[in-house]
């Protein structure tokens, strides 16, 4: 029964930054693994970015070296650093546990000139 809020999307210019956040509340959030997924116009979910109770990350290969994924179980929050943003990194981006529990209401991203 975790809840999930995702917040810091907006409109950023292709080779800009962004940082998302992910507040986790209603369990003890250092017992779960996190992933970031996101999902595009006309293409499914895809996860993008994973960090394990113990901190170590994956990333798809799409992120690999542009992304950063962190969490502060202090504050029982995940984010995710994006830096040299592309216009196909346009998505609603959205967290979950895993195991997986119920879904937030994303934040979007746009990257456009």
């Known amino acids: 029964q975790v809840q999930l809020v995702e917040s810091g999307g907006g409109l950023v210019q292709p080779g800009g930054s962004l940082r998302l956040s992910c507040a986790a509340s209603?369990?003890?959030?250092?017992?779960?693994?996190m992933v970031w997924y996101r999902q595009a116009p006309g293409k499914q979910r895809e996860l993008v970015a994973t960090i394990t109770t113990g901190g170590s990350t994956y990333y798809a290969d799409s992120a690999k070296g542009r992304f950063t994924i962190s969490r502060d179980n202090a504050k029982n929050t995940v984010y995710l650093q994006m830096n040299s943003l592309k216009p196909e990194d346009t998505a609603a981006y959205y967290c979950?546990?895993?195991?997986?529990?119920?879904w937030g209401q994303g934040t979007q991203v746009t990257v456009s000139s």
């Open positions: 209603g369990s003890i959030f250092s017992f779960y693994a």
């Open positions: 979950m546990t895993d195991p997986p529990g119920s």
